[in-house]
């Protein structure tokens, strides 16, 4: 990994906590499954110019994948109802990751 790539990395994670403290949630405590989609996060801003959700996929119009852009439209709705999105960023504290 580059520096540049860690620094990406570390920008991404640290929006992500900020972002979670705002909305009174966590994010997963599993840092191998945490770094897991900060990277992806990461690569998708690099390759595509968005930090699109890594767990959803592309369809190549950038009107329609603006949906997908962390955070998610679906997030809220996932959150609230499952305890955590999709990609497991983002947990209900009442929810924290097994």
């Not at 972002?19 to 390759?47: C, M, P, Q």
């Not at 190549?60 to 679906?74: F, N, T």
Request: hydrophobic letters at 30%; glycine letters at 6%.
């Amino acid at each position: 990994m580059t520096e540049d790539e860690d620094a990406e990395e570390q920008t991404i994670l640290e929006w992500a906590k900020n972002y979670a403290k705002t909305h009174h949630w966590i994010l997963n405590s599993d840092e191998k499954k945490l770094g897991v989609v900060i990277r992806g996060l990461a690569r998708n801003k690099k390759k595509f110019g968005e930090q699109y959700c890594p767990c959803r996929l592309r369809s190549g119009d950038k009107e329609k994948d603006a949906a997908i852009i962390c955070p998610c439209i679906y997030h809220e709705d996932e959150i609230g109802k499952d305890g955590s999105c999709h990609c497991r960023l983002y947990f209900r504290k009442d929810a924290p990751p097994e």
